[in-house]
């Protein structure tokens, strides 16, 4: 039988009561320790932990590999579910031809290609919002609209005043998701809070939105 290998870990003291550990695919283990702690004692801590720590480490790779866009033309991107590939010249091999050049930099195709992906958001946010909006009037929805953000912790938002916030990466994932993200923010110009009341509008709405929503939260984690 061999030795375990040490885990490694990042310690890091901050404003905090207790020590904790979080442990991720992309940021691996830290350790948050809160600063009248001693070095020795955190270290004793993540030993008596060293079995969940493992456990985790062991469920993220075992997970399939998140796809990363790569800024080449022809390069597989994911647009409303669907892999595509974006080309600028027309007698190559692609799902979309947008304007560009074959020898534009990886910074210039990401901004054609978010730029037209931007474009088609504004439509597709539009007529999904547009489309909720009607079927939901009899639930007593105040008018609302939309704007688009690239946002990286929330899919999307809403204010008292109807104006309703969608993260822009909402475009990688399948129609029905974006659906229950638009529903959802409507919800909330009846309920802010995430009560039973705010739930049962949901389901009132979109009696599927937790399908659509476990699918959003699944997918996010591949691409």
Not at 188 to 213: C, G, I, V
Request: hydrophobic share 40%.
């Amino acid at each position: 039988m061999t030795a375990q290998e040490p885990i490694e870990y990042r310690l890091t003291y901050c404003r905090r009561k207790t020590i904790g550990i979080y442990v991720s695919a992309e940021r691996g283990v830290e350790v948050r320790v809160p600063h009248f702690v001693a070095r020795s004692e955190a270290e004793r801590f993540v030993l008596e932990k060293q079995d969940w720590i493992r456990r985790k480490l062991a469920e993220f790779s075992t997970r399939p590999q998140r796809h990363e866009p790569v800024w080449q033309w022809g390069a597989e991107h994911y647009f409303l579910g669907e892999p595509v590939r974006f080309h600028c010249d027309p007698t190559a091999d692609h799902d979309i031809l947008i304007p560009g050049n074959p020898g534009d930099s990886a910074e210039r195709i990401s901004s054609r290609i978010q730029g037209w992906i931007r474009a088609e958001a504004h439509q597709v946010f539009e007529e999904r919002h547009a489309f909720w909006s009607e079927q939901m009037a009899p639930m007593g929805i105040p008018s609302s609209w939309v704007e688009i953000r690239a946002m990286k912790r929330r899919w999307g938002s809403c204010r008292r005043n109807g104006k309703i916030t969608l993260n822009l990466a909402l475009m990688k994932y399948p129609l029905e998701c974006i659906d229950a993200v638009i529903v959802h923010e409507l919800c909330h110009l009846l309920e802010f809070n995430h009560s039973p009341r705010f739930y049962a509008h949901m389901t009132r709405a979109m009696p599927t939105w937790k399908q659509w929503d476990s699918m959003l939260t699944r997918l996010a984690q591949l691409y």
